[in-house]
């Protein structure tokens, strides 16, 4: 405690006028402490040395920022100012900060700073004041590491977590398409352009469902409905396409129109299926209707328990199957039905009346 210098094995990569912490994060007296000099190759120094005692084999890491930048806006996409800048507590797993100006409707932002330097790093994802809602990534990672026993994320990372929570969300957007269709239905329109054949397809496209064309001008009422969705080599080059009777293909990220336009007024009107776009910032919510946070933690435990506890894995992917029925009978319930429709035969005297 306040030596001036410490001998560690190699004091290679360390420089003065950077930042280290002297011990395992979140645990106590953990601390940081500013380099000042770096001698040979077995010494740090520094001009006020740390607080505590630490005894050998104490990991010292080197950290590129040792405060943290706190920034507030009235709304989501307005003008955030600096209202308070804090050090890093390294002996806890968080950094706190209460705001008691602020408001569950405020929106907030941070980022890591260097107080010698006066770098910092780029801005988190905003935060409404309120905190994460139940279907947040950040919501999601939380619960499936506190039902495994990990809150700290030790044993697994959160970004596996959260892959499989991604991997979760792609299954059930499918099987949703498949059973209850209407939930991912989509309508766009596309402003055709004179001798341009291909278009970019919708943002987060899955699959086309229908698609109309008018060639001439902006009504759907005068648009030809597209009836062959076929490759782009079928027909080449010898078939003679018309408008009357439009057909589509897909290259790739794009689709194609055959004929191609000779009219810049034309329109092509697309109902299609998409996907949730992926859960990335910690606010992200997995765009999927009501419930679907019980399938997604099921799933990600299931994935986590497969290396350690097969039996325990087995008994998360039996859960999975119930909860999706019951998923998808409480989606269909008051839309349509999802089981197959059956149709009974009848013959003989059944098909008259003996009147």
Known sequence: ASATSATVENNEGFAADTYVIYGAFGQEQTEIVKLTSVTGNTTIGHSTGPVFAHPKRTPVIEIKYNQIKVYRSATETGVYSLITTVDITPD????????????????????????????????????????????????????????????????????????????????????????????????????????????????????????????????????????????????????????????VFIRADQFGLRPTPTSSSGYAFLWYWDYPADMTGETDVHGLPYGASEYLVSYALYRAWIAKD?????????????IFDNYITFISTSRQGYQNKQVGVGFGADLYSED
Do not use: H
């Open 92 to 247: 806890d797993n968080f950094t706190y900060y209460d705001d008691t100006s602020g408001t569950t409707t405020s929106w907030y932002k941070v980022a890591y700073y260097n107080e010698t330097t006066a770098n910092s790093s780029g801005y988190s994802a905003v935060l409404e004041g309120v905190g994460y809602t139940v279907d947040s990534l950040r919501a999601l990672t939380d619960e499936v590491l506190s039902d495994f026993g990990d809150p700290l994320a030790v044993e697994i990372s959160r970004t596996q977590v959260r892959r499989w929570l991604r991997a979760g969300v792609r299954k059930l957007a499918t099987n949703l398409v498949i059973l209850v269709p209407d939930y991912r239905r989509q309508y766009t329109t596309q402003a055709l352009t004179s001798g341009t054949a291909t278009y970019d397809l919708p943002t987060r496209f899955l699959e086309f469902i229908r698609i109309d064309i008018n060639y001439t001008g902006s009504s759907a009422t005068d648009a030809k409905k597209v009836e062959y969705f076929e490759s782009e080599a079928v027909g080449q080059p010898d078939t003679a396409y018309t408008t009357e009777a439009p057909r």
């Open 310 to 322: 097969r039996d325990k894995a087995a008994m998360y992917k039996s859960e999975l199957r119930e």
